[in-house]
């Protein structure tokens, strides 16, 4: 970012106009019957045509949110955030989780329903968010002055130790409606985070930088603790208080799908809309969810002061510094709301979809970090846009060629734009940082 | 001398790894491997030693490891073979192959020591010449002692092939590309459509199967030819732009080989070429035939011996092949436009040229794989060629060091020789302690626990782990190591120098 | 002090996500004591104690029986990490479980058995992985005491590993490969393009797709069915299952509206659904496994409007089994078709009875559906091994060939010259209150009540 922004090397940006057109007018004709054929099925049926522009907006809005945490994160240190669609993923267990723990469903009434729904979203983007800042801290940090492709391998392996996380996830026994593993959960993690505060407090004295391996100890000690308390407190309440228990939420086996259960409507439930097309309560929901993210954080990085300092760390890293920015707060600050956004996603997936399984971040991350280059990879708006377009892109695939080559219509039509505009639909100068 | 013994334990260490994980006679071959290590990392000092000195470290490193073999050779043998069920050997056997295992350590550390420090070219001469020794007698050791490494050893190789032709694209040309495997699948598929009877079967009649010899090239060809094509639309692209661009072409190469089983021509009702399985879908087109060669049998698997020098041989080809090409006016090019396109461009590099012919390259180094692959394995099928791959071979590359062929070597064997041989064998030998100990109290809890659920993040663990310690790679390449250098003198210009996607070498390349 | 909210952070999310893995919160808690034990699933309290009587000789023998020739090697090789984890944990454990009850031993004692689990996929990859299939191939036919091979799961990876074993005349069980041109002629050149040496080398102990596409056309026939859009998980058996289904289909004369292979990884299939939903069938045919979003498909059918009661869902034996309920949840999954072959579980002999509750007294669960195959494979290799009595690879193959009336749990049954089973029965269930319930049973081609 400290170098100059020069301008494209001419001879291949004058070679690109004559090339491109030539291109163009080839794909053209070559997918001529398809387009025809495609018309023909729209001309034959415009309300599908509605309700599948539905659809893909609905799940473009996800993958929009999700966009958001690679553009966050790559627009501050250029690095592609490989473990985001793990953290996505994770938010989407810890949503299960805790929404079999306190037994919640269609038939809680609202009054309860909804503050609680606004709680769990709380815990989950603050989890992920705390995961994705630890990624920072163990995984990146360290590297920030390496050589640029070895954060990049750190990250596809944090994803790989995530989705494991993801895994064994799946099989703990998480029962539902067990109040007292909600309790047990909490308690020990207070228990020790005071603990960690006090003991500070009176070591402020002698306190130094702390290695990377001393915070891994630490963290280890901790969760075993951690665990040991839970035991007991979960033990001890449970024979205190016994409560009867639901069934399993993870089945019997680690890696299979998981069903998160529907809280919003049931399926059986009258839909909002049934002409002229299809529209429930679970799609307004996410919507409106997807708008109320989207807009606050484009509002965050633009109106407040964080956002501005955030802004200036992502132009020049040095000079923002030297205007008496904390570097690296504002990075830990990008990957806090990056992974808060993910762990967002992943309640709107679970509540939406009414799943989660350990190998759903890699697709999903794909797509993301795709319409995050398609929208302008470091620009907000732009991977809002990408997320959105990726999502009609291959509602429309999937109704109007076949769900089979969906990814590669995807991925084609990513290829011809940024064939076309090699620094995505909104990224100004960003082509040229790399 | 404490730096030759420091060498000494971390290689021992290594070595009792093996031992432990595989029991058996498998000391010898961490005798081999830890006398590598030894020789070359312990005997190796800076100028002005002399080479008495050089087998002198090279004998202590040894030494320090190969007492540490000795010893848990007898450990091994003593706490662990009778908990696996094997049967325990006499002490008089653990004690001599403990000694004989050490003893290779000695000798290679000696004489690996001693090669470091003669003189001129004869000292890479005589490492070389001991390396091609080891690699010549491994494949026979290892039946001898009945390993069994060596078919893991051959697709880690093809990973290698795989590796060091995406290090010309990445590595040389500074082009990131995510989308190598598509070019193994090319070969592969190649291969599998010239020397199966699959085309024939599906159209009905009888094809000429061409052989092995013939196809490996033709692949590469065709391999390099779509490199030519996938890359000619990537040419304005920058950075993470080519990064995406590349990994589309690799998601859609195999969503393509897989969806092709229905294939036909059809416009406006009129059928150009009648549908027909085109690539087998996913079920893929096998067997592919071995090669044939007089007085070597490549059908009989119990024997891999010749797939492994067959293999040996391609990639020494393409290491002296590669090597050529860096030294060429190319390969200067690359490096030229890999540091600064614009400045390359005006001192006369034909860009679109040199970008073109770095793709084209890269991807027929992959096709040589893809060939060796599809008749290695008999079969040619969408799933191999997978993003995963792509970007396994991605690490393996940044892993050993970027731009350096040894280094590149060393990340694959790093990163398949974990996936494929450590971390199943820890998993066999959890289960089979638990197996054989059920009714020990103090195990009866592996009975329950299954390290199969733990591998994913093992090996993440690795890659994490190994980018912490080493970022720039296990071996650097030269250039490298003296920007490291000299960001270590001044980190303001370090902290400016990174926001380059590989290296910022003007201070280090001016003096 | 400025570090304190990261560093509070880090801890919430390391204590939590630890915290959570390592703690059984349900009633099972008895066994618990280590945290590294604790985070593993499914455990009972009666396991350890069953297998420690069961395998208390085991070791003695192994230990006391000196000399390397008594050892013959039994190999396995399906994938044992990723997404068809869950079904091969019960395979092997089945297996396991078979030659426990023989003290792994075969011969009175002459000759020790040493069962290796290998895995044909790779932590990078999660799934079936070629070169890894044949590395475990190359690897039992180059150990000298290697007889017997089981496995494997994907009949892609079969395709690979019966040439390389044929050569060398080891015999290959299969407890879960249903693809039909392994065996038997299906595409151009199959099977014989497998067999080099001309000698079949190649059983499989579950029946192949073809009587399964027939028996779920010849259900949804008479269940009333006139419109079926059929969906497959792009995967060898997918794919198999849903093409016999709808060749089958035509011919019975039900409207095929149209066959799609969808994206296992997929979050959601919503526009799929909206599209089936507007060419409005009366029944889905998903031909595919569980760990391929069976259970997604399910939900987005009925999220865009689909009823139970107008669309129908029916699905091999890919689905039929209690992840699939899991996934798919206890309402929206009720009223679902599955069929399986083989014999159910209720018809099932004293023999079958007794696998099933030594299982669930060993390991805590149900086994998922091939458990039953692997434990009847198993049975297979010692009854060959145990007439051969050599360690010799022919003869064991043969002998593996010729078994006849194999008095098994799944009933009484042989292996036909291809090396298919003689069972071919299906029978059909229905998702009923949260439950797999047995219903139609078909038999000689046609459905029985």
């Not at chain 1, 067990?178 to 308690?187: E, G, I």
């Not at chain 2, 050779?73 to 006499?90: E, F």
Request: aromatic share 8%.
């Amino acid at each position: 970012m400290a170098q100059t922004v020069a301008t494209p090397v001419v001879p291949i940006a004058r070679r690109r106009n004559w090339s491109s057109l030539i291109v163009g007018l080839l794909l053209l004709l070559v997918f001529s019957p398809l387009i025809v054929s495609i018309a023909t099925k729209i001309v034959h049926n415009p309300l599908l045509l509605l309700g599948q522009l539905k659809v893909g907006l609905v799940n473009g809005a996800i993958i929009a949110i999700i966009a958001l945490g690679y553009t966050l994160v790559y627009g501050i240190i250029e690095l592609i955030n490989f473990a985001h669609g793990d953290v996505y993923m994770l938010g989407a267990f810890t949503t299960l989780i805790l929404l079999s723990l306190l037994n919640i469903g269609t038939t809680t009434p609202w009054i309860i329903r909804g503050p609680v729904l606004l709680l769990i979203l709380a815990i989950v983007m603050a989890v992920c968010g705390g995961i994705n800042v630890g990624i920072e801290r163990f995984a990146y940090r360290r590297l920030r002055n390496a050589p640029r492709l070895a954060p990049l391998i750190s990250a596809i392996g944090v994803s790989f130790v995530l989705q494991n996380v993801g895994l064994v996830l799946g099989g703990v026994p998480v029962f539902e409606g067990d109040y007292w593993a909600l309790v047990a959960l909490v308690a020990p993690v207070v228990v020790i985070a005071l603990a960690m505060v006090l003991a500070r407090r009176f070591a402020a004295g002698a306190e130094r930088k702390m290695p990377g391996w001393g915070w891994l100890i630490l963290i280890v000690v901790a969760a075993s603790l951690a665990v040991a308390g839970f035991n007991l407190v979960h033990h001890g309440l449970q024979s205190a208080v016994p409560l009867t228990l639901g069934d399993n939420v993870m089945g019997e086996t680690a890696p299979g799908p998981k069903n998160v259960p529907e809280v919003i409507a049931s399926v059986s439930a009258k839909p909002l809309l049934e002409t002229p097309f299809r529209l429930t309560w679970k799609d307004l929901m996410v919507l409106v969810m997807c708008g109320i993210l989207m807009s606050s954080l484009y509002l965050f990085v633009q109106r407040t002061k964080v956002g501005k300092a955030m802004r200036a760390t992502a132009q020049d890293r040095d000079a923002a510094r030297l205007m008496g920015i904390n570097v690296d707060a504002t990075i830990a600050l990008a990957f806090l709301l990056g992974g808060a956004l993910g762990g967002a996603a992943g309640m709107i997936v679970g509540m939406y979809s009414n799943s989660a399984v350990f190998v759903m971040g890699f697709t999903a991350g794909l797509r993301a970090f795709t319409s995050a280059v398609l929208g302008g990879i470091g620009n907000i708006a732009g991977s809002m846009l990408g997320g959105l377009l990726i999502g009609l892109i291959s509602a429309l695939s999937d109704q109007y060629i076949e769900t089979r080559w969906t990814n590669a219509v995807v991925f084609g039509i990513l290829v011809i734009i940024l064939v076309f505009r090699p620094s995505g639909l909104l990224g100004e100068d960003v082509g040229q940082k790399a | 001398m404490s730096r030759a013994i420091n060498i000494g334990v971390w290689t021992g260490v290594f070595g009792l790894f093996i031992i432990v994980l595989f029991g058996g006679q498998s000391v010898l071959a961490a005798g081999l491997i830890c006398g590598l290590l030894t020789g070359l990392l312990g005997g190796a000092r800076t100028e002005g030693e002399t080479m008495q000195a050089g087998v002198r470290d090279g004998l202590i490193a040894a030494a320090v490891a190969g007492v540490i073999l000795i010893v848990s050779n007898v450990l091994r043998n003593i706490i662990i073979t009778p908990l696996v069920g094997q049967n325990v050997p006499s002490t008089a056997e653990v004690l001599s192959f403990g000694i004989a295992g050490a003893a290779i350590t000695m000798v290679l550390g000696a004489a690996l020591g001693a090669a470091h420090f003669l003189p001129g070219r004869r000292s890479s001469y005589a490492t070389w010449g001991i390396l091609g020794l080891v690699i010549l007698i491994y494949p026979f050791l290892d039946y001898s002692i009945q390993l069994g490494w060596l078919g893991i050893v051959i697709t880690g190789l093809i990973f290698i092939l795989l590796a060091l032709g995406l290090n010309i694209v990445v590595g040389y040309a500074g082009l990131l590309d995510l989308g190598y495997a598509a070019f193994f699948a090319i070969g592969a598929y190649t291969a599998a459509f010239l020397s199966s009877s699959y085309i024939g079967d599906q159209l009905n009649f009888a094809n000429p199967r061409v052989s092995f010899w013939l196809v490996i090239f033709i692949a590469a060809a065709m391999a390099g030819l779509f490199g030519l094509i996938l890359g000619a639309p990537t040419l304005p692209l920058r950075g993470d732009y080519l990064a995406i661009v590349t990994l589309g072409f690799g998601e859609i190469v195999p969503i393509v080989f897989r969806n092709l089983d229905t294939f036909g021509i059809t416009i406006f009702g009129h059928e150009f070429i009648k549908t027909f399985n085109l690539t087998g879908g996913e079920l893929g087109i096998s067997p592919i035939d071995p090669p044939k060669l007089p007085g070597l049998d490549f059908a009989n698997r119990s024997d891999q011996r010749p797939w492994y020098f067959l293999l040996v041989l391609i990639i020494l080809f393409s290491i002296f092949l590669i090597n050529r090409l860096r030294r060429s006016r190319l390969g200067r090019a690359w490096m030229a436009m890999r540091e600064d396109e614009l400045a390359a461009s005006s001192m006369g590099i034909n860009i679109v040229r040199t970008k073109l012919l770095a793709f084209a390259m890269g991807a027929s180094f992959s096709g040589f794989g893809g060939a060796y692959f599809g008749a290695f394995v008999g079969g040619a099928f969408p799933s191999a060629f997978d993003f995963s791959v792509s970007v396994i071979v991605l690490c393996m590359v940044i892993l050993g060091g970027l731009g350096n062929i040894p280094g590149v070597i060393v990340g694959g064997l790093i990163i398949e020789l974990s996936d494929r041989l450590f971390l199943p064998q820890i998993t066999l030998l959890l289960q089979s302690i638990a197996q054989h100990n059920a009714n020990n109290p103090s195990l009866s809890g592996l009975q329950r626990f299954d390290p199969t659920l733990y591998r994913t993040g093992l090996f993440g663990l690795v890659l994490v782990l190994m980018m912490q310690l080493r970022p720039e790679g296990l071996l650097p390449n030269a250039r490298r190591k003296l920007e490291l250098h000299a960001a270590q003198d001044s980190p303001a210009e370090a902290a400016q120098g990174r926001t380059d996607l590989y290296d910022v070498e003007a201070e280090a390349a001016g003096s | 002090m400025k570090r304190v909210p990261t560093y509070f952070l880090s801890m919430v999310l390391a204590t939590a996500t630890l915290a959570a893995c390592g703690t059984p919160t349900g009633t099972s808690t008895t066994t618990q004591n280590t945290t590294v034990a604790g985070s593993v699933a499914t455990t009972s309290a009666g396991g350890a104690a069953t297998m420690a009587a069961t395998s208390a000789a085991d070791t003695t023998v192994a230990a006391s029986s000196g000399g390397s020739g008594t050892t013959i090697r039994v190999y396995s090789s399906l994938p044992r990490q990723g997404q068809s984890k869950s079904q091969t944990d019960s395979v092997v454990n089945a297996i396991k479980m078979r030659f426990a009850e023989d003290k792994n031993q075969v011969c009175g004692g002459k000759f020790t058995i040493d069962y290796v689990d290998l895995d044909d996929a790779t932590a990078a990859k999660g799934s079936w992985d070629e070169a890894a299939e044949t590395g475990n191939a190359n690897k039992a036919v180059s150990d000298p005491v290697g007889m017997v091979y089981i496995g494997t799961f994907n009949s892609g990876a079969a395709k690979l590993s019966i040439p390389v074993l044929n050569n060398a005349n080891m015999v290959m069980i299969s407890p879960a490969n249903t693809y039909v041109g392994l065996t038997k002629p299906l595409a151009a050149g199959e099977p014989d393009k497998y067999y080099p040496n001309g000698k079949r080398n190649y059983t499989r102990v579950v029946t192949n797709d073809a009587v399964q596409g027939l028996a779920d056309a010849a259900w949804a026939a008479k269940l009333g069915i006139k419109k079926v859009y059929i969906l497959d998980d792009q995967q060898a058996y997918g794919q198999g299952v849903a093409g016999l289904f709808e060749k089958n289909a035509k011919t019975m004369g039900i409207t095929v509206l149209g066959h799609e292979g969808i994206q296992a990884k997929e979050q959601n299939y919503t526009s799929l659904m909206t599209k089936i939903k507007d060419l409005s069938p009366d029944m889905v045919y998903f031909g595919g496994i569980v760990d391929n979003n069976a259970g997604q498909v399910l939900k987005d059918m009925r999220a865009v409007g689909m009823t139970p009661d107008k669309v129908k869902f029916m699905g091999p034996d890919g689905i039929q089994t209690d992840p699939f309920i899991t996934a798919a949840g206890k309402d929206i999954a009720e009223g679902t078709y599955g069929t399986v072959a083989g014999l159910p579980l209720s018809k099932l002999g004293p023999k079958g009875q007794a696998f099933l509750k030594a299982y669930k007294d060993k390991y805590g669960a149900d086994p998922q559906s091939y458990g039953p195959f692997g434990y009847e494979a198993a049975g297979v290799t010692l009854a060959a091994l145990n007439q051969v009595c050599k360690a010799d690879r022919a003869a064991i193959r043969d002998a593996v060939f010729a078994t006849k009336d194999y008095d098994g749990i799944l009933g009484k049954w042989s292996f036909d010259k291809d090396g298919d089973t003689t069972l071919q029965t299906i029978q059909g269930y229905i998702v009923k209150n949260g439950k797999w319930e047995e219903a139609n049973f078909f038999n000689n081609g046609q459905w029985e009540k």
